[in-house]
């Protein structure tokens, strides 16, 4: 069984900071895709970055130039680091994996949230 848990989350005003870090746990052979995601109150589940295990990074365009996602494969961690945070950041972040074996979508973590005061 692959657990994934999130930490680094909470409360900052707007231009501030916040690292989250997720950790997986359990039977891994390989995570190829890690990343995040996030949902907001009322809004669909949406892809914030991901990061394959060469390093090839995606970002959702409103994030760009402000989150940089990394990941120590020897470790099977993934961050996020967020800089310039707006008030429109405030969701439940999900980090996610993609390996061999794991169910439709990948394995998903409890989601923490974020939240950005203005």
């Known amino acids: 069984q692959v657990q994934l848990v999130e930490s680094g989350g909470g409360l900052v005003q707007a231009g501030g900071s916040l690292r989250l870090s997720c950790a997986a746990s359990g039977t891994i052979f390989s995570m190829n895709v890690m990343g995040w995601y996030r949902q907001a109150p009322g809004k669909q589940r949406e892809l914030v970055a991901t990061i394959t295990g060469g390093g090839t990074t995606n970002y959702q365009d409103s994030v760009k130039g402000r989150f940089t996602v990394s990941r120590e494969n020897a470790k099977n961690t993934v961050a996020l680091q967020m800089n310039s945070l707006k008030p429109e950041d405030t969701a439940v972040y999900y980090c996610?994996?993609?390996?061999?074996?794991?169910?439709?979508?990948?394995?998903w973590g409890k989601g923490i949230l974020v939240t950005v005061s203005s």
């Open positions: 996610n994996a993609k390996a061999p074996g794991a169910p439709s979508g990948g394995y």
